[in-house]
């Protein structure tokens, strides 16, 4: 709810110092009438989407009247999931999140998470990278400092796609470390370094760590 109003506040200000505005007094028939509609989603990794449609009255330039009619809709694939096992940590404004430090392979991850009612962590913003290093940085740790996340190029080398199927260039969160993606063909699955934040790709049968996740 707090990206919708932000997004609404950036669009009005674009309004007011876009649209030429007639100088001197106008009465209300005068004015241009302006239908801005809004329509945002978010998708089954958590990105939210927006669309904007604007519909114009005429051509002539004068002062706008604006009314926003704003439409939300979340994936109902959402409501479908139960609450996660216990151990779940919940941050507010983005979801439920647990950190496994008893490592697996990613197949046998990505099955715990789904067994416990949510997903292997889906990365869409620098924030939502901070809380998990927050969480690995508070867990006793009996690996590396990578850990396997919800994404993989084993379909297609170098083409990283989510457990959802979409590109990972549509999360909102693609700040490889250096030098990363780096192995190839033997390293299909994705990892996240729980001390520098950064993405990293892992090798599927390896044991790492692992974060699973449930948005709100």
Same mark, same amino acid.
């Given at each position: 709810?707090?990206? &919708?109003?932000?997004?609404? *506040?950036?669009?009005?200000?674009?309004?007011?110092?876009?649209? !030429?505005?007639? $100088?001197?007094?106008?009465?209300?028939?005068?004015?241009?009438?302006?239908?801005?509609?809004?329509? $945002?989603?978010?998708?089954?990794?958590?990105?939210?989407?927006?669309?904007?449609?604007?519909?114009?009255?005429? +051509?002539?330039?004068?002062? @706008?009247?604006? +009314?926003?009619?704003?439409?939300?809709?979340?994936?109902?694939?959402?409501?479908?999931?139960?609450?996660?096992?216990?151990?779940?940590?919940?941050?507010?404004?983005?979801?439920?999140?647990? *950190?496994?430090?008893?490592?697996?392979?990613?197949?046998?991850?990505?099955?715990?998470?789904?067994?416990?009612?949510? &997903?292997?962590?889906?990365?869409?913003?620098?924030?939502?990278?901070?809380?998990?290093? +927050?969480?690995?940085?508070?867990? !006793?740790?009996?690996?590396? #400092? @990578?850990?396997?996340?919800?994404?993989?190029?084993?379909?297609?080398?170098?083409?990283?796609?989510?457990? *959802?199927?979409? !590109?990972?260039?549509?999360?909102?969160?693609?700040?490889?470390?250096?030098?990363?993606?780096?192995?190839?063909? $033997?390293?299909?699955?994705?990892?996240?370094?729980?001390?520098?934040?950064?993405? &990293? #790709?892992?090798?599927?049968?390896?044991?790492?760590?692992?974060?699973?996740?449930?948005?709100?």
């Amino acid at each position: 709810m707090e990206t &919708h109003r932000i997004f609404l *506040f950036m669009l009005l200000c674009f309004i007011v110092c876009a649209v !030429p505005i007639q $100088s001197g007094t106008s009465n209300t028939s005068e004015n241009e009438i302006i239908k801005i509609s809004i329509f $945002s989603r978010k998708n089954r990794t958590g990105q939210l989407y927006a669309k904007v449609r604007l519909e114009e009255g005429s +051509d002539k330039k004068s002062a @706008w009247q604006v +009314d926003i009619d704003h439409e939300s809709m979340h994936n109902s694939d959402f409501t479908k999931h139960k609450s996660p096992e216990p151990g779940y940590q919940l941050i507010p404004g983005f979801g439920y999140y647990k *950190f496994h430090n008893r490592g697996k392979t990613w197949l046998d991850a990505r099955d715990t998470c789904e067994k416990e009612g949510a &997903h292997l962590a889906i990365i869409n913003s620098k924030e939502e990278s901070l809380i998990l290093m +927050d969480l690995f940085s508070k867990a !006793p740790r009996f690996h590396e #400092d @990578w850990n396997f996340i919800g994404m993989t190029d084993e379909n297609e080398e170098g083409n990283w796609m989510t457990i *959802f199927n979409e !590109p990972l260039n549509n999360t909102g969160f693609t700040e490889w470390n250096l030098e990363e993606p780096n192995n190839g063909v $033997s390293q299909n699955c994705g990892g996240f370094h729980g001390k520098e934040g950064k993405l &990293h #790709d892992l090798g599927c049968e390896n044991i790492h760590g692992f974060f699973c996740e449930l948005e709100l």
